[in-house]
């Protein structure tokens, strides 16, 4: 039989939508660069298999790899070792396992509306209560300390925090990390921070929620960062005792993260920094052009992506979020309505840049026609 909180869990209806994409049709919904790992770094991958690396490795990742994160991690706070990282299978199952072994039954846990579809199920999955904060567009989509002041009570156990973000792109300031910082300390809260598109961030500084504080736990991955989302290779930095007691639960669910991506991840650490600095690059001139593109449009209105790879803009058009996707979908454009994200984010339509500059263009000028189909007095 199953259980009753499986049961409950539901999937989303948009991979369905999707589904009835035809051939040439744009994707501006994927959550995940389009680009190849470098091929240097495939090859190490091989080679770690033909060279027998294809054991259990250990539980918390390969020592190596480890090591380097941590030197890397040093720029966020200096007294991180090997000791305060572990490998995971992704920043999914980062999030599970942390949310697993810090949330007690009925504990609360906010986490960012519009955000990541997997917040929500994984903290009740975990026996916890949900509760939505919202990252609007009027505050560069970061939460405010008054809004979270509101949601709080006696109850609230953690807060996840998302910077750079996902639908939004929004990118949290040094002062926006050093006030929800002292908020969550001064009422003791856990702050689990998402940074897995760190390394995607336009017009400042990454800033990271590592720091003084010592109640944080930082989720990352390498899916973006090199453009592997299969290999499934990701980490968490926190304080050792944490990584000691999550580090149970971690190996009783996985035994060990996958012997041989870890080589090829710790190469193009140390080697090939170069391809993600590239391809950020290209990301922020296609972000350039499609929000020059968006905001050219009667109706739409985008705030410029500070971060990761996606445009949220708002719609002031007549009809859903779902119905603004469908109209675009039949044209031949995939994008995601902004209720995917949350009830928070209806209003809104996220467009992936993940996604060459010239069907970008084609997909905007697919955009245009459908606009003046479903908003008849636009140019
Ligand atoms: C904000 C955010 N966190 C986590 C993940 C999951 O990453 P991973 O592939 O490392 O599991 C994603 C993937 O889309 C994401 O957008």
Sequence with gaps: ??????????????????????????????????????????????????????????????????????????????????????????????????LESTVGKGDEVLYPEPGFVLYEPQISLAGGKAVPYPVLQQNDFVPTIDKLEELRTPSTKAIIVNSPGNPTGGVFTKNDVKEITSWAQEHDMLIISDEVYEMMVYEDEHVSFLGDYDNVIAINSFSKTFAMTGWRIGFMVTGQEWIRQIGKLHYYTIACPPTPPQHAVLYALKDRLDFVDEMTETFRRRRDVIVERLNGIEGIDCLNPRGAFYAFPTFEYDLSSQEFAMALLKKGVIATPGDAFGPTGEGHIRFSYANSTENIIKAMDILEETVREIYPSSP
Excluded: W
């Excluded at 091929?39 to 390969?62: A, F, Q, T, W």
């Design 1 to 98: 039989m199953i259980n009753e909180n499986i049961l409950k869990l539901e999937l989303s209806g948009i991979r369905k939508m999707f589904e009835m994409a035809g051939e040439d049709t744009i994707n501006l919904g994927l959550g995940q660069p389009d680009f190849q790992p470098p091929e240097d770094v495939i090859e190490v991958y091989k080679r770690s298999m033909l060279d027998g690396n294809n054991g259990y490795g250990s539980s918390y990742g390969l020592p190596d790899l480890r090591e380097e994160i941590a030197k890397c991690q040093s720029r966020h706070r200096s007294d991180l070792t090997m000791d305060n990282v572990m490998i995971t299978v992704g920043a999914t199952q980062a999030l599970r396992i942390t």
